[in-house]
């Protein structure tokens, strides 16, 4: 079996429906459930033997150890983090909590038990870790896009964080010998997506008749991936990447923020036009952009594509498309997680300016 952290979150979540609709190899999913992590995500594997949920954190120690003792996972994929820029911005702790020292403690309990497996576990054993590629910092539009051996150069306290849990990843391999791989991708959007993120916020204040808050001047450039891409990308480094490697993970999607937000507007307008008739995009509100906010993020992904193989299966257009389809199928999903926490969150952080 495999034990996958983090699993109650948007990708990780996305990766065990799509890990148990593929393969039936048992799933451990140890998520502290923070405001973030969500057992709804899940709902339809309710009564699946094939997933066991564990509520606890990647930082306690001896849980982790237990549940390696117990379960003997042949890989350990590790989603678990804090992942939001803005919510770094106001409270950064978290990140170092979890992100860094959560990510130190897995590594610990993960080497005790590496250390005590007969030899031919030992060797097939894996620890992949799942990363951004905003730890490469931002580019400017001449820029060629990150390649794996781009300096690191983090500039929110989020990224800074995944960093430094990069860089523990990196020396437990070079150290201890531990099978490491560390994936770094670009952004992701899809189904589950908590609606703080930029693509389901904007869905989801559309359909509510809010403002749609773009940061800035609405220029900044991200790199758009299907999130399901995200997974047969993670499912293919598993199986085929080369111990102590970093592969940078993208679907060649840059788009500026305020495309993004129009791409959303125009799909709400033909499935499902406002009662007044008037378009989605009037309400599109500029308000003041975010501190050290990162201009552009751009992935090249021919590594992985050269070495493994892997291609994704969306183009931005398809994987939009169908990702609007999903908020609108399941509102119930977004209105029970945009209920309590969520309310203030967003108090917090726009309605100073909304
Ligand atoms: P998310 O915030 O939706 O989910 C994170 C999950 O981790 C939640 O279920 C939460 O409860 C859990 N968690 C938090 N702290 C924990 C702890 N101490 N112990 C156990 N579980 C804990 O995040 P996501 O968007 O699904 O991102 C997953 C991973 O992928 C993160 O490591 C993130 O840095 C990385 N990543 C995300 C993106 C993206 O676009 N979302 C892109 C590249 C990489
Ligand atoms: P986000 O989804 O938070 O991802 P990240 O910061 O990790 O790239 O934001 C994506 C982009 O959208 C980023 O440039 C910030 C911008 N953004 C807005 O303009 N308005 C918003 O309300 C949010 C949440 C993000």
Not at 195 to 222: S, T
Not at 298 to 304: F, L, P, R
Not at 343 to 352: D, H, I
């Amino acid at each position: 079996m495999i034990l996958v952290t983090g699993a109650a979150g948007f990708i990780g979540s996305n990766f065990v429906l799509d890990w148990l609709a593929q393969s039936d190899e048992p799933v451990v999913n140890l998520d502290a459930l923070t405001y973030a992590g969500n057992l709804e995500n899940l709902a339809s594997l309710e009564g699946d033997t094939r997933h066991i949920f564990i509520k606890g954190s990647i930082d306690d120690f001896d849980l982790v150890a237990k549940l390696l003792a117990e379960y003997q996972p042949r890989a350990i994929i590790n989603f678990a983090a804090e992942s939001h820029v803005d919510r770094s911005i106001h409270g950064p702790e978290d990140f170092i909590q979890t992100n860094i020292v959560g990510t130190f403690h897995l590594l610990e309990a993960v080497r005790a038990y590496w250390n005590g497996l007969e030899d031919e576990a030992k060797a097939s054993f894996r620890f992949l870790h799942v990363s951004t590629d905003e730890v490469y910092g931002s580019l400017t539009k001449e820029d060629p896009a990150f390649a794996e051996t781009n300096r690191y150069e983090p500039n929110s306290p989020y990224s800074a964080s995944k960093a430094a849990s990069d860089h523990l990843v990196r020396a437990y391999h070079h150290t201890y010998g531990l099978p490491v791989l560390t994936t770094n991708c670009s952004n992701n959007y899809g189904p589950y997506h908590f609606p703080e993120k930029l693509i389901p916020l904007v869905i989801h204040n559309a359909l509510a008749g809010k403002p749609l808050p773009i940061y800035g001047d609405g220029q900044q450039i991200r790199d758009w991936l299907y999130v399901k891409d995200h997974c047969s990308a993670i499912r293919c480094v598993l199986e085929a990447g080369k111990l102590g490697e970093t592969y940078n993970i993208g679907g060649w999607n840059e788009k500026p923020n305020l495309d993004v937000v129009h791409t959303l507007c125009a799909i709400l307008d033909q499935l499902s036009p406002r009662a007044d008739k008037q378009p989605y995009k009037t309400q599109i509100t500029y308000v003041k952009d975010r501190p050290g906010h990162d201009r552009r993020y751009a992935i090249d992904a021919s590594k992985i594509e050269r070495e493994l193989g892997w291609k994704p299966a969306e183009t931005f257009e398809t994987g939009i498309q169908k990702t609007v389809q999903w908020y609108l199928d399941n509102q119930s999903w977004v209105n029970n997680v945009t209920s309590g926490a969520y309310q203030s969150w967003v108090g917090k952080q726009y309605c100073a300016e909304l």
